[in-house]
């Protein structure tokens, strides 16, 4: 057990709805890291928070949007959703900015019919 | 963007055999990181490299920073049924995040 958890576990919803995954990091850490994996991009890094603040940004599209709160909880929100944003959403959190290992959830699997 | 070339894609071994598996890059990188992800769940880092022609071992899985900084390997010695899963490389971008870049996976299946 990693000590991050996702939820839902599951999810399944339709074309052009919006949904807001949830992630709890380990205790203590302050980063919150989420990736994408897909069968043909593989994991691919949507977006970074450090202690609240947006510190990286990867190839997160304009209808995802994330925040953490000051629990330190994060939400990634999917809106407009296409088919192709069927994957699975994994949250990472790491105990500092950088330097310090990820370590994963067990993600959501989102799929959209 | 930065890209890993992994391989092999997959691998179908005996149990008792030993399994090894390589990542690419054209860039340089300062950190090469290997991950296992079985299925259902996330993720595990297994090894972190951080300096140049380091070799680090964790139990029967042993993993090599290369001289150049542009490649890793990856070697499980007397394979078992849970090795089972999907192994990844990684690297870490520079800066004071911690954002990594994966490979795109070898899938190990083991015979018993």
């Known amino acids: 057990d990693s000590g991050v958890t996702q939820t839902p576990k599951h999810l399944i919803t339709a074309t052009g709805q919006r949904v807001t995954l949830r992630c709890s990091p380990r205790?203590?850490?302050?980063?919150v890291y989420w990736y994408q994996q897909s069968l043909d991009q593989g994991l691919q890094f949507l977006i970074q928070?450090?202690?609240?603040?947006?510190?990286a940004k990867g190839n997160i599209l304009e209808r995802f949007s994330a925040q953490q709160f000051p629990d330190l909880h994060s939400e990634l929100n999917l809106s407009s959703l296409e088919l192709g944003d069927s994957a699975l959403y994994f949250c990472a959190s790491s105990a500092r900015d950088g330097g310090s290992p990820l370590h994963f959830g067990n993600g959501t699997r989102l799929t959209v019919t | 963007g930065q890209q890993l070339n992994q391989s092999p894609q997959s691998m179908f071994i005996q149990e008792g055999e030993d399994v090894s598996m390589n990542c690419t890059s054209s860039?340089?990188?300062?950190?090469w990181l290997w991950y296992k992800q079985e299925p259902g769940e996330g993720p595990v880092l297994l090894i972190a490299l951080y300096k140049a022609g380091e070799l680090t071992s964790n139990g029967r899985l042993t993993a090599q920073f290369g001289i150049t900084r542009k490649d890793s390997f990856l070697n499980i010695s007397a394979s078992i049924p849970s090795d089972v899963g999907i192994y990844f490389c990684a690297v870490r971008s520079g800066g004071s995040n911690y954002k990594l870049t994966f490979g795109k996976g070898t899938l190990l299946t083991v015979n018993p």
């Open positions: 205790s203590g850490d302050l980063s």
């Open positions: 928070y450090y202690n609240g603040e947006e510190r």
């Open positions: 860039s340089i990188f300062n950190t």
